[in-house]
């Protein structure tokens, strides 16, 4: 009875150790693909870090100032749309919402990003609610996915129709499970996602849905209003991307850069990430495959990219790193 009760434990250690493997072989392979781009046009990548080191004296730099006042705006974004969905559990000021949001991203960069996120919102909040607390984390971020479905759809189509890339299988893949997703997304926040949720319960069971239940919670007016909040955000660390690509020297009509980049976060939202140091890798990878089929020079493609994880994730970090040492500090002296 021993043995056949332990057997699943050992089926569930074995699917986790394995998927934990397959995501290590594609971290360190995609890893090893940029690497291997850049080292091809190690002539690009010294050109643009010898212009980064010369300041404000180089005029293309002023594209990084830019990007880098716009992190402020992204993460309190962020702050405001955590705001409207933790209200459901307890009050929340738009000052505890901002240390949530820092040291969810604090946490997350070295560790799996749902457990990092949900750790450090939870620190900030307080451990009475963790159940519920987890479901709002995780319609937190199908909220944002609404905002990366929509901008990728968009983005492939204007790409395919303005470049007659028709021809191309890597985007025209790419449609149905961006379309499906959106719908899903739409289905999951729309007036009938109550008839919904019930119906996805009677197929695959009321245990894999738990953390789904507090999308029935919100009225559809603050589902709207997280939505616009994801959807500006969306634009800001869309346009802090595009700022950065007119530094590395790319130059598209701002039309096709947008629809560029919003193909990018759509393919980096699809492909699955390791969760080491947060999506380092993966966003540069998806970069490489859309902008490659614009005839973009790699190099500096993946320099935009690099700088973009820096600013709007490394450096927020920081200061995330200091909430949570201000706030373990005062829990240890309440103790």
């Given amino acids: 009875m021993q043995v056949s009760s332990l057997s699943p434990l050992k089926k569930t250690s074995l699917a986790k150790k394995l998927t934990v493997a397959a995501k290590l072989l594609l971290f360190v392979g995609i890893l090893l693909f940029l690497l291997a781009k850049l080292w091809q046009h190690e002539a690009s990548w010294h050109s643009m870090l010898a212009q980064l080191a010369r300041g404000w004296h180089s005029p293309a730099n002023g594209w990084v100032g830019l990007a880098l006042l716009l992190v402020p705006l992204n993460w309190l974004l ?40 949900y750790a450090g919102r939870l620190l900030v909040h307080g451990s009475q609610h963790k159940v519920r607390m987890l479901g709002v984390v995780l319609l937190n971020r199908l909220v944002q996915s609404l905002s990366t479905f929509l901008g990728g759809l968009l983005g492939i189509l204007i790409l395919i ?66 939505n616009a909040w994801g959807l500006l955000r969306y634009g800001v660390f869309s346009f802090q991307f595009v700022c950065l690509l007119w530094w590395a020297g790319i ?39 859309i902008f490659s089929l614009l005839e973009q020079p790699q190099a500096e493609v993946v320099a935009a990219s690099l700088l973009l994880w820096f600013l709007n994730i490394c450096l927020p970090s920081l200061a995330g790193l200091g909430v949570v040492l201000q706030l373990r500090r005062k829990l240890a002296l309440s103790e």
């Fill in 251 to 289: 130059v598209l009509p701002l039309g096709l850069l947008l629809a560029g980049v919003a193909a990018t976060f759509l393919i980096k939202t699809l492909v699955p990430a390791f969760n080491l140091l947060s999506d380092l890798g993966v966003r540069e990878f998806s970069a490489l495959l």
């Fill in 161 to 226: 129709v303005t470049l007659g890339l028709w021809q191309s299988q890597e985007l025209v893949w790419l449609l149905l499970p961006s379309l499906l997703g959106l719908l899903a997304l739409l289905g999951l926040m729309g007036p009938l996602r109550q008839r919904l949720l019930l119906r996805l319960q009677q197929w695959v069971g009321e245990k894999w849905l738990r953390w789904l239940t507090p999308l029935t919670e919100y009225s559809v007016r603050e589902l709207l209003l997280v």
């Fill in 78 to 117: 962020e702050a405001l749309k955590w705001q409207v969905l933790v209200r459901r559990i307890q009050a929340a000021s738009l000052g505890s919402s901002c240390q949530a949001v820092l040291a969810g991203l604090s946490l997350g960069l070295l560790t799996p990003r749902s457990l990092g996120d």
